[in-house]
């Protein structure tokens, strides 16, 4: 008899733009870093490969330092490419995504919701993937920007949902081997997660 078998069988996580020149400007950043954390975590319980920018890394600096991305220790990301187009549709971003089956189940945290989060959405959708939208790990200079590309990008296509809801489901049956690890790390985010939600998804 076959064993229990993932809902979600060919995730991918998205990193977009966490970089530290941004922490003074954008609306509740140490949330979005939070919550990338967490799911950087549950890639790595997961195996799920990572996916990661930076917006123009000369003049804005390198990725936040805490998220550990290409790091000795820390979290070894199949691409982690610089850009200057604003949607991480990048070659680089192709190149890796081709290696994977089709259609990927891609997973986005980062910044902004309206421009960079919004062009990457519309970019994997166009290509036919499917994408997933973390409410609790993406934020905007301006807050009021956040609801209104959310509501957008719910109308092309994309499911918008929070960390923990995408995590259940990636897994959909607690008789897989992962279950335990990942219900530690529910427990060991729980005061993060409740704050995330509580100030970047009560627009």
């Given at each position: 008899?076959?064993?229990?078998?993932r809902?979600?069988?060919?995730?991918?996580?998205?990193?977009?733009?966490v970089?530290?020149?941004?922490?003074?400007?954008?609306?509740?950043?140490?949330?979005?870093?939070?919550?990338?954390?967490?799911?950087?975590?549950?890639?790595?319980?997961l195996?799920?490969?990572?996916?990661?920018?930076?917006?123009?890394?000369?003049?804005?600096?390198?990725?936040c330092?805490?998220l550990?991305?290409?790091?000795?220790g820390g979290?070894?990301?199949r691409?982690?490419?610089?850009?200057?187009l604003?949607s991480?549709?990048?070659?680089?971003v192709?190149k890796?995504l081709?290696?994977?089956?089709t259609?990927v189940e891609?997973?986005?945290?980062?910044?902004?919701t309206?421009?960079?989060?919004?062009?990457?959405?519309?970019?994997?959708l166009?290509?036919?993937?499917?994408?997933?939208?973390?409410?609790?790990?993406v934020s905007s200079?301006?807050?009021?920007?956040i609801?209104?590309?959310?509501?957008?990008?719910?109308?092309e296509?994309?499911?918008?949902?929070t960390s923990?809801s995408?995590?259940?489901e990636?897994?959909g049956?607690?008789a897989?081997?992962?279950?335990?690890k990942?219900?530690?790390?529910?427990?060991?985010?729980?005061?993060?997660?409740r704050e995330?939600?509580q100030?970047?998804?009560k627009?």
């Amino acid at each position: 008899m076959a064993g229990p078998t993932r809902r979600l069988t060919n995730p991918a996580l998205f990193i977009c733009d966490v970089q530290e020149k941004f922490r003074p400007a954008i609306y509740e950043f140490d949330k979005v870093v939070a919550t990338t954390q967490k799911m950087l975590k549950a890639s790595r319980i997961l195996n799920i490969p990572v996916f990661a920018t930076t917006q123009n890394r000369a003049r804005l600096g390198e990725t936040c330092s805490e998220l550990g991305l290409d790091v000795p220790g820390g979290i070894a990301t199949r691409v982690h490419a610089d850009k200057s187009l604003f949607s991480m549709w990048t070659p680089d971003v192709r190149k890796g995504l081709s290696s994977l089956p089709t259609p990927v189940e891609c997973v986005i945290v980062g910044i902004e919701t309206h421009i960079c989060v919004t062009q990457t959405t519309l970019d994997l959708l166009r290509e036919g993937h499917k994408v997933y939208i973390l409410a609790d790990g993406v934020s905007s200079c301006n807050k009021e920007e956040i609801p209104i590309a959310l509501a957008r990008l719910r109308a092309e296509g994309a499911v918008v949902t929070t960390s923990e809801s995408w995590m259940y489901e990636c897994m959909g049956d607690a008789a897989i081997e992962e279950f335990r690890k990942i219900v530690g790390l529910v427990k060991e985010t729980s005061q993060s997660t409740r704050e995330s939600l509580q100030t970047l998804c009560k627009f």
